[in-house]
Every structure is written in structure tokens, then in C-alpha cells.
């Protein structure tokens, strides 16, 4: 037995304690990839009706009492926690099991058989194995009369670290069938002052009060028995069997305990029980010295230790009981001071109508309750008692949708009762029994009203409840948030309001406000001025009536009292960043180097908040940047915070923790009085708009809450894509006036847009819309940067490195010594086959074929020899006459050897002009063509073999590779009308190079090689 009073012993260590944890989990085998089906079980009738279910585990939520035989036939888990599984008179075998197979585990239960009928705790039969570990058998309370066994079982069986408890002979483990695997098992019998401990492997015991003896024992292995005193015993057979000194006491429970209080004991809530780990003791009403409190406990065991300890600061006592071996135990006592019950009126009117019945609208009060939290279940007179209400009348009480109690009056006032005319008060007593807390020792007097018919009462609800004061002085009222919003529900706001028609009780002093009337029936309450003390966070609710003046109904009621809010104002954000209706890249998003990650580049998003010295990092910063989200409009929803990042943080000591913050993600600039937080992001898709939502709460001023989330999105900036350049080439003698036209898509209308031409930037860029078209519009370098004869490459850039280049597709052609034709074509040389016309726009020479070979059986042509071989695009016209035809013409080039079979003009023109293009396709629809390829290696120019009022029977080509040993080659057709890709079979000559096929039709060839 101890016994403490903690007058003066405040502060005493608590003593932890590691118990072993009771519960028992029946692991049944099953298919893991199905889902488990659970279920909670706080009786016996739940748990048979959980596996008669068919639950695959079973969670007890209670101490439970089994009242007949439960039968365990499937595959189960029953986890039992720190519950007990008790046996109640009657039951014989508490758990039979009989399943036939799979697997069923036991372990971390209490077994207690309380009467003297229980055969056996564990009845097992059928082929499937049962595995026992770690539970306890207690058999202590059953009498003298006890003989049953605690295991009986058939079948493969594994028993490990259990321990049986039991007062007399003829208790044991039995195994009848089957192959059994022990060990570490203990089992003490008590009769008649003598105690036997079995550990290791063990079949069975059977101790008596004089000379044990052993009778149908079948021993298993090694046996080893601990027993408190040198009696002998003999062995069975040659086996023998090693004594040795008693093995120390697990007990470590309670066997009573007592609070006390000024001479009187309290209660304890729960009820004491050994098992019952955690307890509330309340103190009378208006006590509050907990040093007065004694505290008395005694151990179950004699040789456990027991010390109780008081924390003042947690007010609880803490009572540790150390079992022999060591293993201890505590129980704690939470103090919790018996208070009054604390509750106000919400809505304080009940309304009769001229027949002195209540109305259906106006029949209930509504009382609100502070310190306590209100029953689901209210009984009207016990939990709540009216006086004062007239005859005729009867109430009922529940539970409100918040923490609040529904008094619904109903009825006739009676004949006999005067007829309400005039106000009425009436008493109500809301006694502790109302809510759920013990501690709650008195009850709460109230008054509410009955009002007369044939008036109006007003009602009021808040829909903007809260205002905010600045930070970090707290004593202004912010100017984006200043405003109560109240909505009349019954009652109309009159035009004209004044002050007078409200009252607001608890305003802090230096504020006051305005009233007006707001749209939709509201009153819109402004506050202004200067607090002269401190904001008091405790003093934040105020109470809000609006009077029967503010409506223009005559003889309105006022509404029952509202509360609004005062809170503290989080942190400011005045700018985030990046942010606008530009594009942004990584300039703009803070890069820099983090020697720390290795990283050449980290971006970030800042954002900047208002410090005048006192800003501050929340202890959740991190975990609140952590669930900011960086997310692309239609892509991935990953946010691309970058987590990794973070996470370097938790790696640190406390001063590189602090150097890494300061360097990289708060920092602060006192002469303009900002301070930066820094969002580390991974890198970002070109093209893209982001929605950006950084998380409330990473930045506060001391003593007031954090900021307030932040929403926002940018574009990112794209690469500009270019579908054509006119003119493609200008003469060396072009105006200063003089400019091309470049069209596509993705230009930065926002911004500034530059186009070189190699090197030499571009005079002037001028970005047009025109039609839903984009184009620019490009005036040519003068002065000493004249573009010089020769070929350009184009390049246009958005911003830094976001550009798209252009290769050979821009000429400045040196002034011909021929004039030129006013068509912007010329002369370029004259042939007994026809005169080759060059273009002055781009690099194309046409070949004027001679009419006489518009009609003949074979046809060779050298395009190299006529046209040059620097000539990028071919192309040859002629007249058609009737059905002319060329049976071969064949097209010899460096770019491909083109044959054509069966040339003219096609159906029904058939006078007509015939037009042929044979050789590289132009640069920008060779370019546009490959992008519907999509990864794979062009081994070859991109050849167009194609005409208008063109007709082919068929086209042959020899197509030089190039940049590949030629293994995997594939020839690609597209097809204008069908507006695709398709491979053409083709023979491939190693030896020259070349892919050759030998029936097509007209289409753009390209040789590529598949990865």
C-alpha cells in the first residue's frame, strides 16, 4: 500500500512506462490482393454478427464477455487491443475453432475464466494450424474446483511466449494431436502455498499439495521447471528434469487506488478497474489547490515497486508500478477543476399568434453552450427544466446543428392561463447533466421570451461575421476588411438607418462605426479608428442586436443577439512574382546558383510582404511551402514545387539551417521595409500558363496569425514558329524602306521581338494582327549593317534564349547586268531544250521546255547542267496539246535521279499547260513535313516530285543517303490528299549510296533510319 500527498512536492518526473499491449489478431490466409472487409465489435452479439459477416479483422472497441461458445470456422483477425475476452458462467469452451485450413493466430489477448465451468479456454479442432503467441491465460479467480486444461487442440500447432496463470492442479497444455512446436511458454499453478514456473517446451502439468506427480505427460524436447522451494521430483522414464529458483513476477497492475480531497473522496471517472489505465478526478466546485490532493494506491503484486508522481503544469498524477522483473506500468489521474456551467441566449423569442397558439415559425429558443459540449440525446426535464411557462405549453430539447440546445415550445395557452398579450419571461435551467464533460458541476440559469401575436420579430443573420486589424500593431482596423455584412431575414431595412438602431456590445475603446443599409436587405456596419490598448484576443467576440427601429414594420422585436469578430490581420502580401499578362522565363523567376544541391540553376517565385522589422518565419513554414501548388493549365497536375529542395533542410545543423534560410528563402531589406519569401519550383515548361497557390501560414508577426493564401498565374515564355518569310531574297540595292514579312505563330506581342539576319540585327520589328493572323514585319539593316549579296539565315527571338532559326532561307542576289523582267523573273540562260528562268523572290529556276518535246517516247534531262546546282527548287512547264505524251522522262540531278512514266496533261485538260516540280522540296515545307515525322534520323534531302495539271502513270527514284551505314533504312512518301506518311518499298545500293524504288506515285520522299 502507498499513500502520497503532493503538498510540496511539485514537479516530480513523470515515470514512463512501456506495457505490454493486449490484443489478439486471428490471421487468417486470404488473397492479398482482395480487399479486407472490417468491422468494430464493442459487445458479444457484435462480434458473432462481425463473423457471421464474414469480416476478414475485427477491431474490439470494448472489454467484451463471451455468453456462449464462439465458434471460429473461416480465416479471421481479431485485434483486440487492451480489451479482455472474459468468460461469462455457462460458457465451456470460450473460442472453438474448426476450421479445416488455412491459419488462425492469436496474440497480445487476455483469457480470463471468472466461474468454474470453462473446459477450456481454447478449444481447437480440424487439419488447420492455430499459432498462440504472446497471450495470457488467467484461471486465478475460478476456485480451488478448476480442472479444465487451457489449450486443447488437434492438428499442426505453434505455441511461443504465452503464459497460463491458474490456482490449482490439473490445468495444462494438452495437444491430442498432430505435431506441436513450444517454446518459451510459462505456466504457474498455485495450491496450497506452493508456485511451479514451466518454461521452454511443455506438454502438460499437474501439481498436487504433497508429492507432485505426472500422469499422461508426453514431453516434447527439453523441459526446464522453476519451482520456490528444494522439494524433489522424480523423473519420468530417463527423462530428466532440471529445478531451478522461481522466475520474477510480470504483475504490475493496481489493486486499488484512491483520490482525496479535504478529507473526502472523489470519484474517478472511469471506475477503477486494473486494467484501466487513464482516469479524470474532479474537484469540487471553486477548488483549485491540486497540492491538497492524496493520493493512495496498492500493487497487486507484494514485490512490485509503486511511485506516484505529480505534474503540476499537465495537472495530472502519475502512479508507476515496476513488476519484479522490472517491466513497468503507469497510470495516470488527470485533475480537472469542477466549473459552472456557461451558456447564452442565441435566439431568445418564442411567438404566439392572436389565438394564443404557437407559431410554427417562431416556436424555438436557442441557448448556446461555451464550456461543455451538448449530449446528442437531451431529456426535457431532467436535462433541461423550464419554469414560468404558461399552462397549455409543452417544450422539447435536442441538440443544435453546432454546440447549441433547440427548446421547441408548443401548444395552446390554456383557457385558464391569462391570454399572452404582453411580453413574457420565462426561466430556463440548463443542469450539467446537458453535456458530455464531468467536470461540469452547475447549472446555468437563463431568461428567454414569449411574445403577443400581430407582431413582427426581426431576424438577423451575419454573412460577413469578422473584421481584421492590421498587423503588427493590431490596433487599426485593415481598410479591405472593415465591414460586418448583417442580412435581414424577417423584417425590411429602412433607407435611412442610424447608429441607434443596432447596439454593439464590447466594441474595444478608441473604435467606433458606422451604419448604413446595404443591397439585398443588409446593414452594412463599418469600422474606424485607433485602439488605445492592445488588441486582447480573448475580448474578439462581440454581441450584435438589431433592433425593431431598423425595419420599417410597426412595433417590430428586436432580433436575438448575433456575434461578430475582431481577429488579428496575417502578414500582407503587396507583390508576387512573376506575375502579369507578359511572358516570363528564367530571368524572372530568380535563378541562381546552390552551391549546397550542386545546382547551377534553382528558380523561384517570390513573394513580398509588408515588415517593419518583426516579421517572422512559422514554426509550419515549410510544411505550408510544401503544400503550395505550381500547377500547368491542361498538363500535369505535379506541382512543381521542388520538394527535394525542401527537404535538403532537415540534413542541417541548427546554424547551417539558418545560413541556408537566409541565403535562399527569407530574406529581408529594412530600408525599404519588405521582407521576401522565396518558393523554390523545378524548371518549366515553355508555353505554358501556370496557376500558382501558395499556402497560408509561412509568415507571421509575433502573436498573430499567418498570411493568408496567395493565388495567381503566368505564361511562360514559347518559342515563336515561323510558316513563311516573304520575299525570300532582295536585291543588294534594296530602299531603307525596304522590308519582309514574316508569318507564324507565337510572336511576344507583349514585348519586344528581334530578328537577325546571321548576326545583324533587324532595323525595326513591328508586330501585326491581321484577320486572326500574326505576322511580322521586318525592315532590312541600312547603313553600315546593309545586308551584302549572299545567303541568310533568319532568326527570331521572343525573349533570351526562346528563338527559332532559319537556315538559308533569306538572299540578297547581286544586281544582274540584265534588266529586270517587271515580273520579278529573268533570263538566267538559253538551251536547245528551252530558256531557264530564274526567280528573283527565292532560289527557283524554272526550265520553259521547247514544245516539240511535249510528245515523245523518251526524254533525259540534266536539271544540274541547265539550271546550276545550286538551284534549290526545279521546276519545268510546258503546253500540252490533245494526248501528247512523254513515255520516260527522265530528271538527272545530284539531288535524285527522277523518272516519270507516262507524262502529259491530266484529264480533262488536256490543252493545256503542264507544270512539274522535281527536286528538293522548299525549306519551309520540307521543314513543316518532317515535324509530322516524329523522332527519327533524315538521312536524305526531302525530294517533291509533283506538278499541277500533271499526269503520271508512274515515278521511279534513285535517292542518294547519307550520314549511315544503311541497315535500317526506310523511303517515306507523303501524300498530299491523304495528308500522311507511308513507307515505299525501295532496294538499297551500299556500294553508291542510294535508295532505289521502282513504282510510286508523285508525292515529297525523304530516306530516314528508325532508332
Not at 248 to 269: A, F, H, M, V
Request: aromatic share 8%; glycine share 8%; charged share 25%.
Amino acid at each position: 500500500m502507498m499513500s502520497l500527498s503532493h503538498g510540496n512536492r511539485k514537479g516530480i518526473s513523470l515515470i514512463l512506462l512501456m506495457f505490454f499491449c493486449i490484443s489478439m489478431i486471428l490471421v487468417p490466409v486470404f488473397d492479398a490482393a482482395a480487399v479486407e472487409k472490417t468491422a468494430n465489435a464493442g459487445s458479444f452479439a457484435e462480434l458473432q454478427q462481425a463473423l457471421q459477416q464474414g469480416a476478414d479483422i475485427i477491431y474490439l472497441i470494448n472489454d467484451i464477455t463471451i455468453t456462449q461458445d464462439l465458434i471460429i470456422s473461416e480465416d479471421v483477425v481479431i485485434d483486440g487491443g487492451d480489451h479482455i475476452l472474459a468468460a461469462a458462467d455457462g460458457v465451456s469452451n470460450p473460442i472453438s475453432i474448426a476450421a479445416e485450413e488455412g491459419e488462425v493466430k492469436i496474440e497480445n489477448i487476455v483469457f480470463r475464466a471468472e466461474p468454474n465451468t470453462v473446459h477450456s479456454f481454447i478449444y481447437k479442432t480440424g487439419a488447420g494450424k492455430l499459432i498462440l503467441s504472446k497471450n495470457e491465460f488467467h484461471a486465478n479467480n475460478a476456485g480451488n474446483d478448476f480442472q479444465a486444461a487451457f489449450i486443447q487442440m488437434e492438428g499442426e500447432s505453434s505455441l511461443q511466449g504465452n503464459a497460463f496463470y491458474g490456482p490449482q492442479q490439473g490445468i495444462g497444455i494438452f495437444i491430442q494431436a498432430g505435431a506441436a512446436q513450444l517454446k518459451d511458454n510459462m505456466i504457474q499453478l498455485f495450491q496450497y502455498g506452493i508456485q511451479a514456473a514451466v518454461a521452454t517446451k511443455i506438454n502438460g502439468v499437474d501439481i498436487s499439495e504433497e508429492q507432485p506427480s505426472y500422469q499422461d505427460y508426453k514431453k516434447i524436447g527439453e523441459v526446464n521447471v522453476f519451482i520456490n522451494n528444494q522439494q524433489q521430483l522424480a523423473g519420468i522414464g530417463d527423462e530428466e528434469i532440471l529445478w531451478t529458483e522461481p522466475v520474477p513476477s510480470t504483475d504490475n497492475t493496481l489493486k486499488s487506488l484512491r483520490i482525496s480531497y479535504g478529507g473526502e473522496e472523489r470519484p474517478l471517472s472511469p471506475g477503477f478497474h486494473p486494467n484501466q489505465l487513464k482516469y479524470i478526478c474532479i474537484l469540487p466546485l471553486g477548488e483549485t489547490d491540486i497540492d491538497e490532493i492524496n493520493v493512495s494506491a496498492e500493487a497487486s503484486h507484494t514485490g512490485a515497486g509503486l511511485e506516484i508522481s505529480l505534474d503540476s503544469e499537465q495537472m495530472q498524477y502519475c502512479i508507476t508500478v515496476i513488476a519484479e522483473n522490472g517491466q513497468p506500468r503507469v497510470y495516470t489521474i488527470a485533475i480537472k477543476l469542477g466549473v459552472k456551467l456557461e451558456a447564452w441566449v442565441s435566439d431568445d423569442s418564442v411567438t404566439m399568434n392572436e389565438d394564443n397558439r404557437t407559431l410554427s415559425r417562431d416556436q424555438s429558443w436557442s441557448i448556446d453552450i461555451t464550456n461543455g459540449t451538448v449530449k446528442d440525446k437531451l431529456q426535457a426535464g431532467e436535462d433541461i427544466i423550464i419554469e414560468g411557462l404558461p399552462a397549455g405549453l409543452s417544450y422539447t430539447s435536442r441538440k443544435g446543428t453546432r454546440n447549441n440546445i433547440i427548446i421547441t415550445v408548443s401548444g395552446k395557452v390554456s383557457e385558464q392561463e391569462e391570454a399572452i398579450s404582453t411580453t413574457r419571461e420565462v426561466s430556463i435551467k440548463v443542469l450539467p447533466s446537458a453535456v458530455k464533460e464531468a467536470w461540469v458541476l452547475e447549472k446555468a440559469e437563463l431568461t428567454v421570451k414569449i411574445y403577443p401575436g400581430g407582431v413582427i420579430h426581426v431576424r438577423a443573420q451575419a454573412k460577413d461575421d469578422s473584421i481584421r486589424l492590421l498587423a503588427p500593431d493590431f490596433k487599426t482596423p485593415d481598410p479591405e476588411d472593415d465591414s460586418w455584412e448583417i442580412h435581414i431575414t424577417r423584417g425590411t431595412v429602412k433607407k435611412e438607418v442610424d447608429k441607434d438602431d443596432i447596439e454593439l456590445i464590447g466594441l474595444p475603446a478608441g473604435l467606433d462605426y458606422d451604419l448604413k443599409a446595404g443591397l439585398g436587405n443588409t446593414l452594412l456596419i463599418t469600422v474606424f479608428g485607433l485602439m488605445e490598448v492592445p488588441f486582447d484576443q480573448s475580448l474578439s467576440a462581440l454581441q450584435l442586436v438589431v433592433k425593431g427601429s431598423a425595419v420599417t414594420e410597426e412595433g417590430a422585436i428586436d432580433a436575438p443577439a448575433l456575434t461578430v469578430r475582431i481577429e488579428r490581420g496575417g502578414p500582407r502580401c503587396i507583390r508576387y512574382e512573376p506575375a502579369g499578362s507578359g511572358w516570363f522565363d528564367e530571368s524572372d523567376l530568380f535563378a541562381g546558383k546552390v552551391p549546397e544541391l550542386k545546382r547551377e540553376q534553382q528558380l523561384f517565385l517570390r513573394l513580398t510582404f509588408e515588415d517593419k522589422g518583426e516579421l517572422e518565419l512559422t514554426d509550419d513554414a515549410f510544411n505550408a511551402m510544401r503544400r503550395s501548388m505550381v500547377n500547368s493549365q491542361g498538363g500535369s497536375q505535379e506541382s512543381r514545387v521542388d520538394l527535394e529542395f525542401l527537404d535538403y533542410l532537415q540534413y542541417l545543423d541548427e546554424g547551417a539551417w539558418d545560413s541556408f534560410i537566409e541565403s535562399y528563402l527569407f530574406k529581408k531589406d529594412p530600408a525599404a521595409g519588405v521582407a521576401y519569401v522565396y518558393i523554390p519550383i523545378k524548371p518549366l515548361r515553355p508555353q505554358s500558363v501556370y496557376d500558382v497557390v501558395i499556402a497560408a501560414g509561412i509568415v507571421r508577426y509575433p502573436g498573430g496569425p499567418g498570411n493568408e493564401p496567395v493565388q495567381w498565374s503566368f505564361q511562360t515564355s514559347a518559342y515563336p514558329q515561323v510558316s513563311s518569310i516573304s520575299p525570300g531574297s532582295v536585291g543588294e540595292n534594296y530602299g531603307r524602306s525596304e522590308s519582309i514579312l514574316i508569318k507564324g505563330d507565337h510572336f511576344y506581342q507583349q514585348g519586344t521581338v528581334e530578328v537577325f539576319f546571321n548576326d545583324i540585327p533587324a532595323r525595326r520589328v513591328e508586330i501585326i494582327n491581321d484577320k486572326g493572323q500574326t505576322y511580322l514585319e521586318v525592315y532590312l539593316p541600312i547603313g553600315s549593317q546593309r545586308l551584302c549579296p549572299g545567303l541568310y539565315d533568319i532568326t527570331v527571338v521572343n525573349k533570351g534564349s526562346y528563338q527559332e532559326t532559319l537556315y538559308g532561307q533569306f538572299s540578297v542576289i547581286k544586281a544582274a547586268a540584265k534588266p529586270l523582267p517587271l515580273d520579278g523573273e529573268q533570263v538566267k540562260d538559253y538551251f536547245w531544250q528551252g530558256d531557264v528562268i530564274a526567280s528573283i523572290n527565292d532560289s527557283q529556276d524554272t526550265l520553259e521546255l521547247n514544245g516539240r518535246f511535249s510528245n515523245r517516247s523518251y526524254l533525259q534531262l540534266d536539271l544540274d547542267k541547265l539550271m546550276g546546282e545550286d538551284t534549290w527548287q526545279r521546276r519545268i512547264v510546258y503546253d500540252s496539246y490533245g494526248y501528247d505524251r512523254i513515255d520516260q522522262l527522265k530528271l538527272i540531278s545530284h539531288q535524285a535521279v527522277i523518272s516519270l512514266y507516262g507524262v502529259g496533261s491530266s484529264w480533262p485538260h488536256y490543252d493545256s499547260r503542264v507544270e512539274i516540280y522535281a527536286g528538293r522540296a522548299a525549306p519551309l515545307q520540307a521543314q513543316s513535313l518532317l515535324r509530322k515525322l516524329g523522332r527519327t534520323t533524315v538521312c536524305s534531302e526531302v525530294i517533291e516530285v509533283r506538278g499541277n495539271n500533271l499526269g503520271v502513270d508512274r515515278v521511279e527514284l534513285t535517292i542518294p543517303y547519307r550520314n549511315t551505314a544503311g541497315k535500317t533504312l526506310q523511303l517515306m512518301r507523303y501524300d498530299e490528299f491523304t495528308r500522311s506518311w507511308h513507307e515505299v518499298w525501295t532496294a538499297i545500293d551500299p556500294v553508291n549510296q542510294t535508295v532505289i524504288t521502282g513504282n510510286t506515285r508523285p508525292g515529297y520522299f525523304v530516306v530516314i533510319e528508325r532508332g
